[in-house]
């Protein structure tokens, strides 16, 4: 019992302040959300799109869909003129598809948006999900599951991941959406209460990700069930989840782009 | 049978296809003394109605892989699976992928319900009908009292789908079955004619927990079709986040032991730890799961000396604070009461299944390709294989912490000397009518890619076998005459994945 306690002390507090105080240190090389500099772009060689491997990127429009995109670098490797980059903003949580797609010059999307007053009435300060991995790699799980862990304690927020659909206000979904896991999906969907809502995490459950077009998989989730929360990402960083999460409960509303 | 290495290229033309019977004979023969089924598969034949078999053995004492290669003509091919039950799954898999029946199968099933590439099927399902996952035929124990618990796809707790279905007298585990494919993406099919800008994608993605590992078979297989020079500092780096992943992998799998058991004080610490690895895995390369880290030729990032010092820095914290968590467990009775004697493997039941990784490790059995078959990295730096020899979760979780211990001590003395130079030189085409063997000790165990061009030089096959594809049969026959309630942490000392199980 004595070690028990003095390795805790050695330990330490480890729960970060975020969101009251700063979101924590993001690696330098991280790869957020997008951006596209057409004054740098001939417009012409189109090696961008070529290099994508899920067809994230419209030359015509110079847009990017972050509903496709792997976060990979190969379209900024291949561009020679520097017109993509990645930046280091973290939040790239949204409410409708559409606004995945980052247009060319845009600095900031248009986040999610809280859920409305009844349902927030409902859910604002108790939010239970289901998580349900159809065809997902396991790394959207693994960063759904860390904000368990004690620096992140997703817990204080009121937001707990539980073992049954019937305990759930929602399901959370990750991976391309395999044909062998329709129906257990379908069923978990069905088995939540109503009113509730859907989350799809990665870019495997938002457009299929690089699976897309396989006859294996159904694609993204929104073709199975309504989707409230979109947060793209390969996987999405701890962070932008949460931001993601806190944002639906209205728990963050700063900063919105118009 | 032709002799090869991890890495190695053969031309297709070397490799002379023997007759099935004589091939089956040799795997038997091959197995008999000491080798090991790293591969077994199907490949679409130039013939129609007939299919190219390819088996990889690997002879750890002699440091060198054995490659054999056969047709099997008709709709059939009569299984070895009685007298070689390391390929049990193996077959199944060439009658799913291919549609032809294993005669002679003690337990012939598909393995991830999916269609076959060839429009026949072994099992004679109608071509309009569905194929539901985890329907069929399940073993059975009959008897009063007798009862059966199912449990999945979805089950609880944020895991990947799987269906386990116990047969349990009282609380006690007679046999436990596990149908998988919930996760099939096809990914095998779809590797077929690359590669294309998809591919390293792919590999990274086969299972996301060990993006690493797949991207380095992956890109040491290619490197070898293309006769591509990797640069040393690439290989460096690839070493230390294959590590990085090891050890992210293991600190979380003890911590989940541990919660499992209801010891907290373990799991919180851990749960904790492993994400900061994860970010020092983000330190290099942006991705905490190692995405874009490993590419074709070397490494899409390099490590500046500000970098290393960095990595270093929170080396030393990070293995000071795992050290202190996990240490923890081996004084805590209740911990080691729950650990000791539980799900035991033996050593004989480990070489008959054709385990590998720490679950092997925990039998005694050396077994581990960065010493037996090394590439890369280590054939320069070695590092020492860990055993214990009772096979039973305490054993499994020490080998863990034994490795948690080395690849620190690795990470540590390899960031000190990391060669300079580029870190990724250019890649060449692929050689064409040629056969790569490639090997990585993933955090789980041995990680097998195989890849076949055709005259262009491209996959007509690319066959990845993830470690779980040998280990799931290891879990399922340790639960035997185990509480069922002990089945969590028998499942969790061999954490296995399933997407890389389902591809």
């Not at chain 1, 793209?232 to 949460?242: A, D, F, Q, V």
Request: hydrophobic share 40%; charged share 20%.
């Amino acid at each position: 019992m004595y070690k028990e306690i003095l390795t805790r002390l050695q330990q330490g507090h480890r729960t970060m302040k975020f969101p009251r105080g700063n979101p924590p240190a993001l690696p330098d090389r991280l790869r957020g959300l997008p951006r596209v500099s057409s004054e740098k772009c001939a417009g012409t060689c189109r090696d961008c799109a070529a290099a994508c491997p899920t067809g994230a990127i419209d030359p015509e429009s110079k847009a990017i869909d972050m509903g496709k995109c792997l976060f990979c670098v190969d379209c900024a490797e291949a561009c020679a003129s520097g017109a993509i980059e990645f930046t280091g903003d973290y939040r790239l949580a949204v409410s409708r598809r559409e606004d995945l797609v980052v247009r060319d010059g845009q600095k900031e999307i248009e986040l999610a948006r809280a859920l409305d007053r009844k349902m927030k009435r409902i859910f604002g300060r108790s939010l239970k999900f289901r998580v349900v991995s159809a065809g997902g790699c396991g790394a959207c799980e693994a960063d759904v599951n860390v904000l368990n862990t004690i620096g992140w304690d997703l817990g204080r927020f009121g937001i707990s991941y539980v073992a049954s659909p019937r305990h759930a206000d929602g399901i959370i979904v990750t991976g391309p959406v395999s044909k062998n896991m329709l129906l257990g999906l379908q069923k978990t969907w069905d088995a939540v209460p109503e009113p509730k809502i859907a989350i799809a995490i990665g870019s495997c459950a938002i457009s299929g990700g690089p699976f897309a077009g396989s006859e294996a998989v159904a694609g993204g989730l929104d073709s199975v069930i309504p989707v409230d929360l979109y947060i793209p990402g390969c996987p999405p960083h701890p962070l932008t989840i949460l931001d993601g999460l806190l944002r639906l409960m209205g728990k963050i509303e700063e900063k919105r782009a118009k | 049978m032709k002799k090869t290495l991890n890495g190695q290229a053969l031309s297709l033309s070397a490799l002379v296809p023997l007759e099935f019977s004589a091939f089956s004979a040799a795997i038997i023969k091959e197995v008999d003394s000491g080798k090991r089924v790293c591969a077994y598969f199907g490949s679409p034949s130039a013939e129609k109605g007939s299919v190219d078999v390819f088996a990889v053995l690997a002879d750890d004492s002699r440091n060198q892989l054995i490659v054999g290669r056969s047709t099997i003509t008709g709709d059939s091919f009569p299984s070895i699976t009685p007298r070689c039950p390391q390929v049990h799954l193996f077959e199944r898999e060439i009658a799913e992928q291919f549609g032809l029946k294993a005669i002679g199968h003690p337990w012939f099933k598909p393995v991830r319900y999916a269609r076959s590439w060839t429009g026949k099927d072994a099992w004679d399902r109608p071509q309009g009908e569905p194929i539901v996952p985890g329907v069929g035929d399940f073993y059975r124990v009959e008897g009063e009292q007798v009862h059966e618990v199912g449990v999945g796809p979805v089950h609880a707790g944020v895991i990947e789908p799987g269906h386990f279905r116990f047969q349990c007298y009282g609380e006690e585990v007679y046999h436990l079955e596990i149908a998988l494919g919930y996760q099939h993406r096809g990914i095998e099919e779809s590797l077929i004619g690359g590669p294309t800008a998809r591919t390293l994608h792919y590999m990274e993605t086969l299972s996301g927990d060990s993006t690493v590992g797949h991207a380095t078979a992956y890109a040491q297989l290619v490197e070898a079709l293309s006769r591509t020079q990797v640069p040393a500092r690439a290989q460096w780096i690839r070493g230390v986040a294959l590590e990085l992943e090891r050890l992210a992998n293991h600190i979380g799998d003890l911590g989940a032991l541990s919660g499992d058991v209801g010891f907290l004080p373990t799991a919180s610490f851990c749960g904790r730890i492993r994400g900061e690895i994860l970010n020092m895995t983000a330190l290099l390369c942006g991705s905490r799961f190692g995405r874009a880290m490993v590419r074709p030729g070397g490494t899409g990032f390099d490590a500046d000396a500000a970098r290393v010092e960095a990595l270093l820095r929170r080396l030393a914290i990070n293995e000071r604070d795992a050290r202190n968590a996990i240490n923890l467990l081996w004084d805590n009775q209740s911990v080691m009461a729950r650990f000791e004697d539980t799900g035991p493997l033996t050593r004989d039941q480990a070489i008959e299944l054709g385990v590998v990784g720490p679950a092997a490790r925990a039998t005694g059995l050396a077994r581990d390709v960065r010493y037996a078959q090394p590439a890369g990295i280590f054939r320069f730096a070695q590092i020492p294989v860990s055993t214990h020899d009772s096979g039973d979760v305490f054993a499994r979780a020490y080998v863990r912490w034994l490795e948690i211990q080395r690849s620190f001590a690795f990470i540590r003395e390899q960031l000190c000397c990391i060669p300079s130079g580029p870190v990724l030189a250019p890649m060449k085409p692929l050689a064409a009518d040629s056969l790569v063997v490639s090997l990585t000790e993933g955090w789980r165990g041995e990680i097998c890619h195989v890849g076949i061009t055709d005259e262009r030089g491209a996959f007509s096959r690319y066959k990845v076998v993830d470690p779980s594809f040998h280990n799931w049969m290891a879990l399922a026959r340790v639960l035997r005459n185990q509480g069922i309630s002990d089945f969590p942490i028998c499942n969790k000392s061999f954490n296995l994945s399933y997407c890389g199980h389902d591809l």
